[in-house]
C-alpha cells in the first residue's frame, strides 16, 4: 500500500500563488500518471491538472496558463504551482497516482483564496 502525503495549502487572497507538493511514502514504482484533483463540497471531484508517464501534461480549461503540474522522477513527487489565484479556486485539493489498474489519493489540502 503506497500512501501520498501532501503538503502547501492553505490561505492567499486573490491574486496570490500557492505551490502543493504530494509524495509517496516509497517509491520503486512505475508510475502511470500523477495529476491533482479538486472538490468543493457538494460538488464532485474534478480534474485540474494531470502529468502521464511520458512527461505530457493536461489542464483543465479553468486554470489553464495559471497553474503548473510538475514532477520529481526520482523522488515521484508531484507539484502544483498556482499562480493568479481567484477565488473559484478555492476548494480542497487531492494528488492522485495511478499505478497499473490501481490508483492512490491524498489525504486533501484546503486552499482558500479571498477576495
Known amino acids: 500500500q503506497v500512501q501520498l502525503t501532501e503538503s502547501g495549502g492553505g490561505w492567499v487572497q486573490a491574486g496570490g500563488s500557492l505551490r502543493l507538493s504530494c509524495a509517496p511514502s516509497?517509491?520503486?514504482?512505475?508510475?502511470?500518471?500523477m495529476g491533482w484533483y479538486r472538490q468543493v463540497l457538494g460538488n464532485e471531484r474534478e480534474l485540474v491538472a494531470v502529468?502521464?508517464?511520458?512527461?505530457?501534461?493536461k489542464y483543465a480549461d479553468s486554470v489553464k496558463d495559471r497553474f503548473t503540474i510538475s514532477r520529481n522522477k526520482l523522488r515521484d513527487t508531484v507539484y502544483l504551482q498556482m499562480n493568479s489565484l481567484r477565488q473559484e479556486d478555492t476548494a480542497v485539493y487531492y494528488c492522485?497516482?495511478?499505478?497499473?489498474?490501481?490508483?492512490?489519493w491524498g489525504q486533501g489540502s484546503q486552499v482558500t483564496v479571498s477576495s
Open positions: 492522485n497516482y495511478k499505478v497499473r489498474d490501481r490508483e492512490f
Open positions: 502529468i502521464y508517464f511520458d512527461g505530457s501534461t
Open positions: 516509497r517509491n520503486a514504482f512505475r508510475i502511470d500518471a
